[in-house]
């Protein structure tokens, strides 16, 4: 039992380490804590979601449990040009959008990942500049970011789910790649080979140590592994997930502070919150709040969908399943184990189980 417990313990804190990575400007001591703590709050870009969308959105929940909206974003600005190719015209959408549900007591967490392509009706939204953009009916939903920002990616969502959506974090390609430099890269496995000309990605089958560029192919990868589809592209982000909560747990952050400073530094710089998460306090406090959620408590699904009859490159959410998804969430309850159970195989295990993806999702992304 007792080792059971340490086992539990060091599971939660792999999942917490990276933001509490954060932390680490404690253990540099007098005036360089200060500056520390300084400098990394200031690295944090914030937006206002609050004040944007105002109160016609659905309840937050009173019972602890709560909900985060993690999107990846495709811009190709800046450095992102660099590592992304593509237009470098200021645009971007949310190349990767998962809702995470974290339960009442804070002891397990359900991540469901929204193909990009999936048609959905986007609410009225303002642009960054202010500008109203009417509601639309049948969107990929990924274009609610490019349209209105955060704000609208969020309103989007939530109207699709019915949830609230409690908290916002964004991170871009560079930002992506930055964060799995600073970690020393990752281990992942595939058991086919894979080579993407689009996100440049060449592994031949066998055990690979990604650096940030290579990481950042691989969950851009699709068109070089499996059927193609977006789905798939799903469960290697999923997989790189777990590679990243592993090798955070092994490096020991704790006791290195030079380490643990340079992780801060760069993920601080790297992600986008909403206002309310944007300080180094409140995310030491968010990580205090999952600190008993270990891999092994994490439910990640991809959120059941199925061929758009007007458009084979788009998908829709198969119901009633999606439905039911959403359903349980709201309730706090499990992920369906009929939606777990039936999900898309990992394209890069041959052997994996669930069922094949379809061929959904258009352009190179």
């Known amino acids: 039992m007792a080792d059971h417990r340490k086992n539990r313990g060091r599971r939660g804190r792999r999942l917490r380490i990276v933001v509490f990575a954060l932390a680490g400007l404690l253990v540099l001591g007098g005036g360089a804590a200060g500056y520390a703590y300084w400098r990394l709050n200031h690295n944090i870009t914030s937006v206002d979601i609050n004040a944007q969308l105002g109160k ?88 609610a970011f490019e349209t209105g920002g955060p704000a609208c990616a969020v309103k989007t969502t939530e109207q699709f789910t019915g949830l609230r959506m409690d908290h916002f ?27 993407d000309k689009d996100s440049g990605l060449d592994l031949a089958a066998g055990d690979h140590h990604l650096a940030g560029d290579q990481a950042l192919a691989f969950v851009r990868t699709r068109h070089g592994v499996g059927d193609g589809s977006d789905l798939g592209r799903i469960e290697l982000q999923k997989q790189m ?18 380490k643990l400073w340079s992780v801060a530094d760069r993920l601080t710089r790297s992600i986008t919150t909403d206002s309310d998460l944007a300080s180094v306090d409140s995310l030491v406090g968010m990580a205090d709040t999952l600190k008993k959620i270990g891999p092994d408590d994490l439910t990640m699904v991809t959120l059941p969908v199925g061929t758009a009859p007007a458009d084979p490159n788009r998908v829709i959410p198969q119901q009633p399943q999606a439905d039911r998804l959403w359903a349980a969430l709201r309730s706090d309850q499990a992920v369906p184990h009929s939606i777990v159970s039936s999900q898309p195989a990992n394209p890069a295990d041959a052997g994996a189980g669930g069922t094949a993806g379809g061929t959904a999702g258009g352009g190179t992304g």
């Open 56 to 143: 016609a959105r659905p309840p937050a929940a009173t019972d602890g449990s709560f909900n985060v909206l993690v999107l990846g974003s495709d811009s190709r600005s800046g450095t992102n040009g660099n590592l992304a190719g593509g237009a470098t015209d200021g645009t971007a959408r949310s190349d990767t959008a998962m809702v995470v549900h974290v339960n009442q007591s804070h002891t397990t967490a359900s991540v469901v990942s929204i193909p990009r392509d999936t048609l959905v009706a986007r609410p009225e939204c303002l642009t960054t500049s202010g500008k109203t953009v009417p509601a639309a009916k049948s969107v990929m939903y990924n274009s």
């Open 169 to 195: 974090v964004e991170i871009d390609f560079s930002g992506f790649a930055n964060f799995i430099d600073a970690i020393g890269g990752v281990n992942v496995t595939t058991t086919v080979n894979i080579k």
């Open 241 to 258: 997930v777990k590679s990243i909560m592993a090798q955070v747990g092994s490096i020991g952050l704790t006791s290195n502070p030079a």
